[in-house]
């Protein structure tokens, strides 16, 4: 497998640092050349923070991606001009003319897990599942904090066994639903990201 | 052999301990702040290795200051505004000649600016910041192996040139987290130079133009002037041992591409258009090397995050035009810099620029 490009778009608070960091040490653990810079904005809370991620099995020099191969989006504050090949987003937030699939990762963290933070390990499953990175439990093991590892494991294991038919059915199931759309206007209106997701996810 | 993913701030900090340190005084400003968190946790386990958080740069720097006249290897971290700050305790440190390491993390000034972008604007601070003639000596890495590196350098030429020596690094290589084995970086230590406290002598340590006997020589030119000459002329030969940079890419074209820190891997996709400068130590400069280098190129261009600073220094030095690719507003991309190219009629023919583009240039 060669190298990729990934870049995770979000805002503070929304686990871009922490899926950036996973994914980085996994593919430490598995001898990968990896380069991970954080991009964030200082001065508004709740304002962009993006991870660019480069990997590959000779060193890298240049860690700026300005082409990304997957974006993983959890909110549309990214760089105006990245372009890529394809879009792992969260509800709502695939642009026109783009290829990707839209994925509901906070709200399946707290369905299936019971707290929205697990939707990041299934964003990262469902990453390295799109990015081909074949990784081990050992793997995993070593690459992760000891702090909630087992469910960590099995929400990544999870994000990483949807498959294009799964993706459908969840989605059908969550359309109704406009979390996202709950979600932005939680967040929107100065609600810390974590509550915004129990809220939006809360049935009305 | 161990390789770990290793942010930049972290791998300063850790070139800091296997130099010897053991003071830090700091204040926290984005994008140094991780060297001070390190410093701290790393402080409640090493007794050793002594933690202040000051109020302010001013108090850190002069900390510092005197932790080295105590007899610690002393360092700080800060960022273009704290930079500021510090800059009469930088003369003091040079007057009196305080071995000592300051780390700034460049980001886009002046002011406040952008506190998490990456800039290179401060380089004729860390030569001129503070008041009067003085030999600075500045480093400025490329990577984060190279961050532990020439932290280790930096240590050992403030020991060896008895100086306040600077670290320069920037948001994007600070903030980078990047496969490294700094175990595998093997630098020499030099030990300590100067007496610590309370030995039994008395010393003076004042700014103020003495004779070796500490009387005030404020009205003497002449000792003045042969007490400066001692200390240039010292610290130059200091300076002569760590010349370090890089002469590389494609040496047969006809260009030379100056660029130093960052800037060079993310220019890499130019790599087979141009040969590279890269100066490592920034100051003093690189006058013999860059005099043997440069002539074997017909044009020279300078790519750095700052309006002409440095393409300025090279041009005096070499009394020949060069050309400049200004990256502004921690614009670091090869984007910006083939826009730049394209600007100034240098952009190699396969590369393509979007004329649409909403980035400035020069």
Known sequence: ?204 | MTKKLVQGNEAVFKGAVKAGATFFAGYPISPSSEILAQASVHAASHPEFRFLQEEDEIASVNAILGGSLAGAKSFTATSGPGFSLMQEAVGYGHKVGIPCVIVNVMRVGPGTGMPTMPGQGDLNQTRYGSTGDYTSIVFYPSTVAECYEYTIHAFNAAEESRSPVILLSDAFLGHLNEVADLDEIDVPVVARTLEPLAKGSTRLFSGVATYPDGEPATADSDEFIRQYYESRDQRQAVAEKYAFYEHGWNKDAETLVIAFGITPRVARPLAPYFALFRPIRIWPTLDKELAEIAPRYKKIIVIEGSDGQYANVVERMLLRRVERVPLLGGRMSIEAITLGLDHIGMLPAGFAVDKTSPVKVG
């Open chain 1, 1 to 204: 497998m060669s190298g990729k490009s990934i870049v995770i778009d979000g805002v503070g608070g929304q686990g871009v640092r922490v899926i950036g960091n996973t994914m980085a040490s996994l593919l430490t653990v598995m001898g990968y050349e990896v380069t991970l810079l954080f991009d964030y904005d200082s001065s508004v809370r709740g304002g962009m923070s993006e991870a660019f991620l480069r990997y590959d099995r000779a060193p890298i020099d240049n860690f700026v991606v300005e082409r990304a191969d997957v974006v993983l989006r959890l909110a549309d504050r990214g760089p105006v001009h990245l372009s890529t090949d394809y879009v792992i987003a969260d509800l709502g937030l695939t642009k026109p003319g783009e290829t990707g699939e839209e994925i509901p990762f906070l709200q399946l963290g707290v369905e299936k897990f019971g707290r929205d933070l697990f939707g990041n390990m299934i964003a990262l499953g469902r990453l390295l599942c799109v990015c081909d990175v074949d990784f081990t439990d050992e793997h995993l093991t070593a690459a992760l904090p000891k702090k909630y590892i087992d469910d960590n494991i099995a929400a990544i294991k999870y994000g990483y066994g949807l498959d294009r038919d799964s993706i459908k059915q969840i989605v059908a199931e969550q359309a109704a639903s406009t979390f996202a759309g709950r979600y932005a206007e939680k967040v929107l209106a100065g609600v810390a990201p974590s509550e915004a997701v129990e809220l939006a996810a809360a049935r009305r």
